[in-house]
């Protein structure tokens, strides 16, 4: 069996050492494909710089630098690259998704559409074009609802609106987020739909779903922003809802024509059933793929990575509870420094308290923010205590941030 796998990454993602990591405990081959610097990559590691965003010129650089009679699987990281990895993966003869199942579940709305045509519970919607005269597009939205962009992840640019001036005021904010990007015209609204919202993360083999692991998210996402927080697992949903839950994940991957690799879903549960949220052909991000070496004892992505080679994967199951804090960024300003780190890990339970940014880091809360603080871990012996754990470890830290003094910067200068 070939240990030899292409790992697509964009420039500077924050997946790529767990990825790398897992490689090499697997005794699995890494080459690294980017548009990137990580082409010059880690000590040992081989890196080819490609075009990502044209299959047929990454594959005449890759057959240029790469012996690829002997490659096991190709596994693209993040939203950007997992479409060249599905491309890459039919030309060598690899376990893969078609192509355009990729591309209607990484964009929201060709999502949405795709799935309501296949008779699955989405939100009603509509997409606006920017491009267009605005005051007709707007007009007859049922309220509440939510504005999103196409093609963002992790929540960014996601408003709740309740009447015709926020979503007048909502419409204009993310437009001022995509100014510049002219690949972003286009804004889905869509129904408010209540309820409890969980996240899934799972593997499909030849087009079966096998779930790892079910989050709740136990804090109400009501908006009007939707930042991501608390995930806890194992779920303490009945099992009649999580099976619910499963199988239509399982009909979304195939209405989208997913068969290969990781699934990372998310769904909001009401009294009128599941409702999908979002399928991706992807991990989860962050550093939450920490969590399964908890509860499965294999990380995320030594799973990911051993199918890919085709290797039989046999995680274990555990009533053991567990959970991340996505700590979030409350308030705009200079990061100075975060107190009480120390006190937050000697609180029971907790695993340990990650900070990602440094300081001097300009944060940006939500919508317009796209990074986290870092992140808290807690295991126990129930998922309510995991929770309980990350609550009372938060409450440890003090965020210092000074104010961004912007008008008066732009006035010095």
């Given at each position: 069996?070939?240990?030899?796998?292409?790992?697509?990454?964009?420039c500077?993602?924050?997946?790529?050492?767990p990825?790398?990591?897992?490689?090499?405990?697997?005794?699995i081959?890494?080459i690294?494909?980017?548009?990137?610097?990580?082409?010059?990559?880690?000590?040992?590691?081989?890196?080819v710089r490609?075009?990502?965003?044209n299959?047929?010129?990454?594959l005449?650089?890759l057959?240029?630098?790469?012996?690829l009679?002997?490659?096991?699987?190709?596994i693209?990281?993040?939203?950007d690259?997992?479409?060249?990895?599905s491309?890459?993966?039919?030309?060598?003869?690899?376990?893969h998704?078609p192509?355009?199942?990729?591309?209607?579940?990484?964009?929201?709305?060709?999502?949405?559409?795709?799935?309501?045509?296949?008779?699955?519970?989405v939100?009603?919607?509509?997409?606006i074009?920017?491009?267009q005269?605005?005051?007709?597009?707007?007009?007859?939205?049922?309220?509440?609802?939510?504005v999103?962009?196409?093609a963002?992840?992790?929540?960014?640019g996601v408003?709740?609106?309740?009447?015709?001036?926020?979503?007048n005021?909502?419409?204009?904010?993310?437009?001022?987020?995509l100014?510049g990007d002219?690949?972003?015209?286009?804004?889905?609204?869509?129904e408010?739909?209540?309820?409890?919202?969980v996240?899934?993360?799972?593997?499909?083999?030849?087009?079966?779903l096998?779930?790892l692991a079910?989050?709740?998210?136990?804090d109400?996402l009501?908006?009007?922003?939707f930042?991501?927080?608390?995930?806890?697992?194992?779920s303490?949903l009945?099992?009649d809802?999580?099976?619910?839950?499963?199988?239509?994940?399982?009909?979304a991957c195939?209405?989208?024509?997913?068969?290969?690799?990781p699934?990372?879903?998310?769904?909001?549960?009401?009294?009128?059933?599941?409702?999908?949220?979002?399928v991706?052909a992807?991990?989860?991000?962050?550093?939450?793929?920490?969590l399964?070496?908890?509860?499965?004892?294999?990380?995320l992505?030594?799973?990911?990575?051993q199918?890919?080679?085709?290797?039989?994967?046999?995680?274990?199951?555990?009533?053991e509870?567990a959970g991340?804090?996505?700590?979030?960024?409350?308030?705009?300003g200079?990061?100075?420094?975060?107190?009480?780190?120390?006190a937050?890990?000697?609180?029971?339970y907790?695993?340990?308290v990650?900070?990602n940014?440094?300081?001097?880091y300009?944060?940006?809360?939500l919508?317009e923010?796209?990074?986290?603080?870092?992140?808290?871990?807690?295991?126990?012996?129930?998922?309510?205590?995991?929770?309980q754990?990350?609550r009372?470890a938060?409450?440890?830290?003090n965020?210092?941030?000074?104010?961004?003094?912007?008008?008066m910067?732009?006035?010095?200068?």
């Amino acid at each position: 069996m070939s240990k030899k796998v292409l790992l697509i990454v964009p420039c500077a993602s924050y997946r790529t050492w767990p990825f790398i990591e897992a490689a090499q405990q697997l005794g699995i081959e890494i080459i690294l494909v980017s548009e990137g610097p990580q082409a010059l990559t880690p000590a040992g590691l081989q890196g080819v710089r490609v075009p990502v965003g044209n299959a047929d010129q990454a594959l005449t650089a890759l057959q240029r630098q790469v012996d690829l009679s002997d490659i096991a699987g190709v596994i693209g990281t993040d939203d950007d690259t997992i479409e060249l990895a599905s491309l890459l993966g039919r030309t060598l003869g690899l376990p893969h998704n078609p192509p355009r199942a990729v591309q209607s579940s990484r964009r929201k709305d060709l999502s949405r559409a795709h799935l309501s045509q296949h008779g699955l519970p989405v939100p009603a919607h509509r997409c606006i074009d920017l491009k267009q005269n605005l005051s007709a597009q707007l007009s007859h939205v049922q309220f509440p609802c939510v504005v999103k962009p196409v093609a963002l992840s992790a929540s960014r640019g996601v408003i709740r609106a309740n009447n015709q001036h926020e979503l007048n005021q909502a419409v204009a904010r993310i437009q001022q987020l995509l100014d510049g990007d002219s690949a972003s015209t286009k804004l889905l609204i869509e129904e408010f739909i209540p309820g409890r919202e969980v996240a899934v993360e799972a593997v499909l083999y030849d087009g079966r779903l096998r779930m790892l692991a079910l989050f709740d998210k136990p804090d109400p996402l009501d908006g009007p922003y939707f930042e991501e927080t608390y995930y806890i697992t194992p779920s303490r949903l009945p099992a009649d809802v999580q099976t619910a839950i499963q199988q239509c994940i399982q009909q979304a991957c195939k209405a989208f024509g997913l068969r290969e690799g990781p699934v990372h879903a998310e769904c909001r549960v009401n009294e009128k059933g599941v409702w999908i949220l979002e399928v991706a052909a992807r991990t989860i991000g962050g550093l939450c793929g920490r969590l399964f070496q908890f509860g499965t004892g294999f990380s995320l992505e030594s799973l990911v990575l051993q199918h890919a080679i085709g290797a039989g994967v046999h995680p274990r199951t555990s009533d053991e509870g567990a959970g991340v804090l996505m700590i979030p960024i409350e308030e705009a300003g200079i990061l100075r420094r975060v107190e009480g780190i120390q006190a937050a890990r000697r609180i029971p339970y907790i695993e340990d308290v990650v900070i990602n940014l440094r300081e001097g880091y300009e944060l940006a809360p939500l919508p317009e923010g796209s990074s986290y603080l870092g992140f808290i871990f807690s295991r126990a012996p129930s998922a309510e205590q995991a929770e309980q754990a990350l609550r009372q470890a938060h409450g440890k830290l003090n965020i210092v941030v000074a104010p961004l003094w912007k008008g008066m910067l732009n006035q010095a200068v």
